[in-house]
């Protein structure tokens, strides 16, 4: 009888031989792992997230983060009008030459599915992404609300929503990023860098191996780094709040820009109260 555990590791082994380096998709983010990318709606995380799996596709490093290894990447907006993605995308291929074009038109595949009401705890849904996911490095869920049916305050379903996504990671060695809406508290009280900013049960938190946010610029941040205002909703934050493997990640500003594009901001804090920069 097979034995439900598997095989054990070798332990000897695993004292005399050097491992193979670790493969990160993203900074901090292990290959064939589970992570969530939290912020309040309106933030730009879609874009963020599409913007990183162009990149991953072989496209431009336009946010800054460095090298990212490039591979097949799947993305599934199920919140968001076909529209609105044409028009990111339409936007994001000004930045980009012809080659880049055609290797991320070969190496990412859209799939909108806003009124299609995916269940990845279905037999048949969780069939299909884990048919998505053969040979990515990548796949998004945008966002995850759309992709279950489940109470989000109860851990046991979101344990095993959660569990679903290993599962399919586990099988395919395909990283899985879910997007998720930060809670009202966090969002209202600009603490959108937390790990507890997530809406929802801390199993979200608990059961992910990796959690990136991006949050708002607030009032005393403006303040801080010398930001008109009327400019302020512009400014996002982004930055690492979970990571299990890899180096502290630092942290960074990002600027919205024509069509949504998010690129790095560069901000100076301002030495007297009354100083202000309307433009980064």
Known sequence: MTSLLGNALDIGKAFDFE???VDYVLPNMVAGTVGALVSPGGAGKSMLALQLSLQIAGGPD???IGELIQGTVTYLPAEDPLI???HRLHAMGKHMSEDQKQLIASKLAVFPLIGVLPNIMGSQ??????KAAQGCRLM???TLRRFHVEEENASG???QVVGAMESIAADTGCSIIFLHHASKGAAMSGSGDLQQASRGSSVLVDNVRWQAYLAGMTQAEAETWGVDESQR???VRFGISKANYGAPFKERWFRKHEGGILKPAILEPTKTRGARRDEV
């Open 19 to 21: 491992p193979e380096p």
């Open 62 to 64: 336009l946010l800054e």
């Open 84 to 86: 609105a993605i044409h």
């Open 125 to 130: 849904w969780r069939s299909e992404l884990l």
């Open 140 to 142: 998004v869920l945008d």
């Open 157 to 159: 379903p979101m344990s």
């Open 233 to 235: 909703a512009y400014f």
